[in-house]
C-alpha cells in the first residue's frame, strides 16, 4: 500500500507540473490576444489565392511577412459568392445555413438554426448578444451582403452599390471615428474583372494592385485611428475563379488566401492547418473570448497565435 500511495504522489506531481508547464506557455499568449480590442476582417471578392505568389501586392504581402498566412485555404461547394460570404460570417457550411446558390437572398434550405434576427447565427448576433454594448460595422461593395447579414444586430451598416472609392472611403471613416469592436469590409473587386476580362490575365493582375491600395489604405486608418497595437486584420475572398467564372471545383475556384496579423499573432508563419472559410467567424469569436452557436462548424485557427 505504501509503494502504491508513493507511486501515485509522484504521478500527482507530474501531473501537476506538466500542467503548470501548459499553463506558463499559454498565458503569454492568451495574455496578447486579450489586448486584441479591434478586428477587421476585408473580404475580397473573387480572390483566388493562385495569383498571390505573383501579384503586385506590396501591402498584403507586409501583412504575410508580419502575420500568418495560408494560400491553401478554401471555399465551401458551390464555389460562389452568397454561399461563402454566408459561410464565412455565419460560421458553418451551407447545408446548415442554407444559402446555396451565388445570389441567394434567403435560404433555399430552411435555416437549421436562427436567432431573434430570424436568420441563421451570425458573429454579428453572437457579438451582440454577449457584448451588447460593442460598436460593430459592416461597409459593402456588393449589394447581395445585405441579404446575408443580420442588419439589426450591427452598429453601422453601409451599403455602397459596387462602389469600391465609396466603400473605401466609408470603411476608413468608420475605422477611424467609431474604432469598431468588428468591422466587416467587402470589396467586389477582382470578381468584376474575372468576369469580364478573366482570371490569370494580365488585367486580373493589374487589378490586385488597385486592390492592395485599398488593403494600404484600411491598414492606414487603423494607424490613424491609433488602435493599430490593439487590432487584429484578417483577410480573405469568397472563392478564386477560372477563365471567366467561378462555381466550380478547380483549385483555382476553391482555393482563397487567408491571412492574419496583429497584435498576438505569429510572425512570418504559413499556416499549414486545414482552413475551411467558415473558420473565419470561429477564429474572430475566439479572439473576443465569445461562446460559439452549437450550430456552428468552424475551429478557431489557433496555429496562427502559436496554439495548437
Not at 446558390?101 to 431573434?116: M, N, Q, V
Not at 482570371?199 to 494592385?209: G, I, M, N, S, V
Request: contains cysteine; neutral net charge; aromatic residues 8%.
Amino acid at each position: 500500500m505504501v509503494q502504491i500511495r508513493e507511486y501515485l504522489n509522484i504521478v500527482s506531481k507530474r501531473k501537476l507540473l506538466y500542467t503548470l508547464f501548459l499553463l506558463a506557455i499559454a498565458l503569454p499568449i492568451n495574455a496578447q490576444v486579450s489586448k486584441a480590442k479591434h478586428i477587421v476582417l476585408i473580404g475580397c471578392d473573387g480572390f483566388g489565392a493562385y495569383a498571390l505568389p505573383e501579384a503586385d501586392m506590396p501591402n498584403l504581402k507586409k501583412l504575410m511577412e508580419t502575420g500568418a498566412w495560408s494560400l491553401k485555404a478554401r471555399s465551401v461547394l458551390p464555389s460562389s459568392s452568397a454561399v461563402n460570404w454566408a459561410s464565412m460570417l455565419m460560421g458553418a457550411s451551407p447545408t446548415l445555413h442554407g444559402y446555396t446558390e451565388w445570389g441567394s437572398k434567403t435560404p433555399e434550405i430552411p435555416s437549421a438554426d436562427t436567432t431573434t434576427y430570424k436568420l441563421f447565427p451570425s458573429i454579428f448576433s453572437v457579438i451582440r448578444q454577449q457584448k451588447k454594448q460593442s460598436v460593430t460595422a459592416a461597409v459593402y461593395s456588393w449589394p447581395g451582403i445585405g441579404h446575408l447579414i443580420e442588419k439589426d444586430a450591427i452598429t453601422k451598416v453601409i451599403p455602397t452599390n459596387d462602389n469600391e472609392d465609396l466603400c473605401l472611403k466609408e470603411a476608413v471613416k468608420v475605422i477611424q471615428e467609431e474604432k469598431p469592436l468588428f468591422t466587416f469590409i467587402h470589396f467586389d473587386e477582382p470578381d468584376h474583372t474575372g468576369h469580364e476580362i478573366g482570371h490569370r490575365t494580365p488585367a486580373y493582375y493589374t487589378k490586385l494592385k488597385e486592390v492592395d491600395q485599398r488593403i494600404g489604405e484600411i491598414v492606414n486608418a487603423v494607424k490613424a485611428a491609433g488602435i493599430a497595437d490593439e487590432t487584429i486584420i484578417i483577410l480573405s475572398a469568397d472563392h478564386g475563379g477560372k477563365d471567366k467564372g467561378h462555381g466550380g471545383k478547380s483549385l483555382d475556384e476553391v482555393q482563397i488566401p487567408w491571412v492574419i496579423n496583429g497584435v498576438g499573432i505569429k510572425k512570418g508563419h504559413e499556416i499549414k492547418d486545414v482552413i475551411i472559410t467558415y473558420d473565419t467567424a470561429a477564429t474572430i469569436a475566439w479572439i473576443l473570448g465569445l461562446d460559439t452557436p452549437q450550430s456552428w462548424r468552424g475551429k478557431a485557427v489557433l496555429s496562427a497565435f502559436g496554439m495548437k
